[in-house]
T-cell receptor, first 118, second 114 residues
């Protein structure tokens, strides 16, 4: 079955530091890949996505590139802010046939807690 | 922008009682999902729903769980006889059609079983 593995956390950084959160996946077929963010006390928000190999998703200074050869989708940001403190989830979605079993179903990684200090 | 809304935001229930968690998906979406997140753990898939029937359910989704779309707008998750281990955040999500597009999530219902 599908699975997503994220780097162990928590990650603690100073403001303006470089961030990498590793994510690798196992899937049949060609999944779509997502990063979701969960701020304290809130629900899941889509951060960025990529739907095919070599696609780069980007949003709010965050980037991730879909690497089929290494089955990875690492999240990066060049300069983090205190407001980026949150839990980050890597996820994949099977590109099955519409209406079929597992269509759109998301498989999540275990989440990485990021804390950014001033 | 349209949102998925969930009610209540927090539900406290005695063990053995029934609970119904409510969700209003985005109006033109066709696929509906429930996920669960036990405190400090990852988000886990429970069930998907399409065309008025369950498409897939996980092994977590046993006979105590059921889902319904009783009208054109609500999507509910019922737990018939709650257990302590059902305490978790429950997220509803909906999807339009294209699985390349992201699911839209509600803010979740925190369920606490005493």
């Amino acid at each position: 079955g599908n699975s997503v593995t994220q780097m162990e956390g928590p990650v603690t950084l100073s403001e303006e530091a470089f961030l990498t959160i590793n994510c690798t996946y196992t899937a049949t077929g060609y999944p779509s890949l997502f990063w979701y963010v969960q701020y304290p006390g809130e629900g899941l928000q889509l951060l960025l996505k990529a739907t095919k190999a070599d696609d780069k998703g980007s949003n709010k200074g965050f980037e991730a590139t879909y690497r089929k050869e290494t089955t990875s989708f690492h999240l990066e940001k060049g300069s983090v802010q205190v407001s980026d403190s949150a839990v980050y989830f890597c996820a994949l979605s099977d590109q099955g046939a519409p209406g079929g079993t597992s269509y759109g179903k998301l498989t999540f990684g275990q989440g990485t807690i990021l804390t950014v200090h001033p | 922008e349209p949102e998925v809304t969930q009610t209540p935001s927090h539900q406290v229930t005695q063990m053995g009682q029934e609970v119904i968690l409510r969700c209003v998906p985005i109006s033109n979406h066709l696929y509906f999902y429930w996920y669960r997140q036990i405190l400090g753990q990852k988000v886990e898939f429970l069930v998907s729903f399409y065309n008025n029937e369950i498409s897939e359910k996980s092994e977590i989704f046993d006979d105590q769980f059921s889902v319904e779309r009783p009208d054109g707008s609500n999507f509910t998750l019922k737990i018939r006889s709650t257990k302590l281990e059902d305490s978790a955040m429950y997220f509803c999500a909906s999807l339009l059609q294209d699985s390349n597009q992201p699911q839209h999530f509600g803010d979740g219902t925190r369920l606490s079983i005493l």
